[in-house]
């Protein structure tokens, strides 16, 4: 298990910090067991009591099985781990193989669509007068890649769905991460302000095209995606 430097955390989350990124960095593949308790407390340097509140967490979270009598198992936390599992790998986002930020972007291309279109419908003022700036963004890598996060968080919050936010906040360092790289391409922050001017010109006309624009500007990010990365 790597030594991370990391600074003024409680000995919990350290604990925490330094066994997801073990989980994910496969110092502890899936199948593996961990040390056993006295052992892995000494090598975190917290006490057992610390080690068992965190390994409970992981356990509830999908990461690990707890075996009594015996070391906990690692499990297919891909496979088998839930919405809880998303918020503590958010924090691992260096962490992330490149195609989980793909396979993201299709989770995504599935559920931001209805929230727009929902949004859309419910406050179609607040919408307009956000992809309005999405027009007038300065070319800059940063300027796209706030502006991108931004609207797609009004729309879950305006969307009347509460599982909405719920999901699109657990991405956010590694939207955020992913922003950076994608809008550094300026094939991707040509299509985006085309799809901005669109859904603007949809809202103000009360066209019912709404959800199909969008869907359709979230899979040619995911095509511009397949491009970076190969």
């Given at each position: 298990m790597k030594t991370d430097n990391v600074i003024q955390m409680r000995p919990s989350a350290y604990a925490e910090h330094r066994l997801v990124t073990a989980l994910l960095d496969g110092t502890y593949p899936p199948g593996s067991t961990l040390p056993n308790e006295r052992s892995l407390a000494v090598e975190l340097g917290v006490t057992r009591p610390t080690l068992r509140e965190v390994l409970q967490r992981l356990s509830r979270e999908g990461w690990i099985k707890?075996?009594?009598?015996?070391?906990?198992?690692?499990?297919?936390?891909?496979?088998?781990?839930?919405?809880?599992?998303?918020?503590?790998?958010?924090d691992h986002a260096q962490y992330i193989p490149d195609n989980a930020i793909l396979h993201l972007l299709e989770v995504r291309a599935l559920f931001i669509p209805a929230a727009t279109a929902q949004a859309t419908a419910a406050a179609p003022a607040a919408i307009a007068d956000c992809f309005a700036q999405g027009r007038r963004l300065t070319e800059t890598t940063g300027a796209y890649a706030v502006f991108d996060w931004q609207w797609q968080v009004l729309a879950t919050r305006l969307s009347g769905n509460p599982f909405f936010p719920l999901i699109l906040n657990d991405f956010a360092a590694v939207f955020k991460k992913a922003g950076i790289l994608y809008f550094g391409e300026s094939a991707a922050r040509a299509a985006s302000k085309s799809f901005y001017q669109q859904v603007h010109q949809a809202i103000i006309h009360r066209e019912k095209s709404i959800q199909a624009l969008v869907e359709a500007a979230l899979r040619k990010s995911i095509q511009i995606w397949q491009e970076l990365e190969t």
């Open positions: 707890i075996q009594h009598g015996k070391p906990s198992r690692v499990k297919d936390y891909w496979a088998t781990g839930g919405l809880a599992l998303l918020s503590t790998l958010a």
